[in-house]
Structure formats: structure tokens, C-alpha cells
T-cell receptor, first 115, second 108 residues
Framework: EAGVAQSPRYKIIEKRQSVAFWCNPISGHATLYWYQQILGQGPKLLIQFQNNGVVDDSQLPKDRFSAERLKGVDSTLKIQPAKLEDSAVYLC?????????????FGPGTRLTVL | GQNIDQPTEMTATEGAIVQINCTYQTSGFNGLFWYQQHAGEAPTFLSYNVLDGLEEKGRFSSFLSRSKGYSYLLLKELQMKDSASYLCAGDSWGKLQFGAGTQVVVTP
């Protein structure tokens, strides 16, 4: 079974530039998450999708971050404009989301460096 | 938010046992997940506790006390490959809130 795919794996940009990350979850997983993990910290939830609808985006800095999952499969996360403090690993995760208890499966992440 | 606290780092010898404690506020979570994260890699699932008590999976065991807001992960027969960060995460209807992680260093 293929895992969660993310691209790019690494990205270096200058502050005030824009960047986009892509995620393809495990086939059939209805729930998709984006996390931000700053070095030395645990992952912090940015946004949760159920199919193509947003369940929770309360911790997404909406003045600069946006995310979409138009067809309920792939998702993109965008930062515009980037700040130095956005340097982190951005993790995408998915789970079946059909009810009950099941773990989240994480992708390899995109390591963003903002200079 | 629901604070989740775990020690920053623990060191143990190969073949030994290490217990990683995790405490959290007692309301708001349906259960407790433990994930392992090697440096530069994605977190991978280890265990999940929804009921009080001990769950055993091979060399790894996890314990939960909901009334005390307390969990621990027990790693037995430590191997060098167990050197990693171990993340405790509270589950609230499919949303995870992670602690900062405990870096376990296994020495020969």
C-alpha cells in the first residue's frame, strides 16, 4: 500500500516570497491534515479536511496561509508571503476517517527554510 | 489548550528498559497516541490507548490512566535503532495535540 506522498521534500526561499506544498494521501482516506513542526517541537495542527470540506482551521494563520482539497483527494498548502518564523517541516497526514479509532499516517514532510 | 508534558531527553543503555512519562489535562481527550520519529523522518504510529490500563505490542507497551491524566510508553530490550524522539499525542475526535517529544538516546 502506497503511503502519503509529499512534494517537494526541501524548499529554500527568501522572506516575502510565496511557496506551495502538495500532498497525496493514502487512497481512500477521507481525512487529511497539515501540520507544522518547528525544530525541537511536536507537530502542530494547521488544518483538517474531511473529504473536501474544512473541519478545523483554527490554528491556520489565515493572513498568509491557505489550503485546499478541491476534489477530496490531493491537497495543497500555500504560504504567501513567507516569514522567517515559517521555517519548519510541513507534514501531511491522512486517516480513513470513517469513524472509530484509527491512526494517522504521515508523509515524509517538506522542509522549508526561509532566508 | 490541553497541555501535554513529557521529558525532553532520556539516555539508556542498549538492552535496558526506559519509561517515558506523559501528563495532560484530564478533560478533552478521547485517548492517547504514541508516535516514534527518527531524525529527519515522519512520525510513525506505535500505540493507542482509549481505556485505562496497559497495551502491549512486542517490545513496546503503553499505559493510560484517564483519571490521572497520565500515560507512559515502556521500551524494553532497547536497541540502537530505538534512538529517536517519542511523541505523546492527545486525541480529540480525530484531532491530535502533540507534546514536544522525548529524545531517547541509546548508548552501547
Amino acid at each position: 500500500e502506497a503511503g502519503v506522498a509529499q512534494s517537494p521534500r526541501y524548499k529554500i526561499i527568501e522572506k516575502r516570497q510565496s511557496v506551495a506544498f502538495w500532498c497525496n494521501p493514502i487512497s481512500g482516506h477521507a481525512t487529511l491534515y497539515w501540520y507544522q513542526q518547528i525544530l525541537g517541537q511536536g507537530p502542530k495542527l494547521l488544518i483538517q479536511f474531511q473529504n473536501n470540506g474544512v473541519v478545523d482551521d483554527s490554528q491556520l494563520p489565515k493572513d498568509r496561509f491557505s489550503a485546499e482539497r478541491l476534489k477530496g483527494v490531493d491537497s495543497t498548502l500555500k504560504i504567501q508571503p513567507a516569514k522567517l518564523e515559517d521555517s519548519a517541516v510541513y507534514l501531511c497526514a491522512s486517516r480513513t476517517g470513517t469513524g472509530g479509532i484509527d491512526e494517522q499516517f504521515f508523509g515524509p514532510g517538506t522542509r522549508l527554510t526561509v532566508l | 489548550g490541553q497541555n501535554i508534558d513529557q521529558p525532553t531527553e532520556m539516555t539508556a543503555t542498549e538492552g535496558a528498559i526506559v519509561q517515558i512519562n506523559c501528563t495532560y489535562q484530564t478533560s478533552g481527550f478521547n485517548g492517547l497516541f504514541w508516535y516514534q520519529q527518527h531524525a529527519g523522518e515522519a512520525p510513525t504510529f506505535l500505540s493507542y490507548n482509549v481505556l485505562d490500563g496497559l497495551e502491549e505490542k512486542g517490545r513496546f507497551s503503553s499505559f493510560l490512566s484517564r483519571s490521572k491524566g497520565y500515560s507512559y510508553l515502556l521500551l524494553k530490550e532497547l536497541q540502537m535503532k530505538d534512538s529517536a524522539s517519542y511523541l505523546c499525542a492527545g486525541d480529540s475526535w480525530g484531532k491530535l495535540q502533540f507534546g514536544a517529544g522525548t529524545q531517547v538516546v541509546v548508548t552501547p
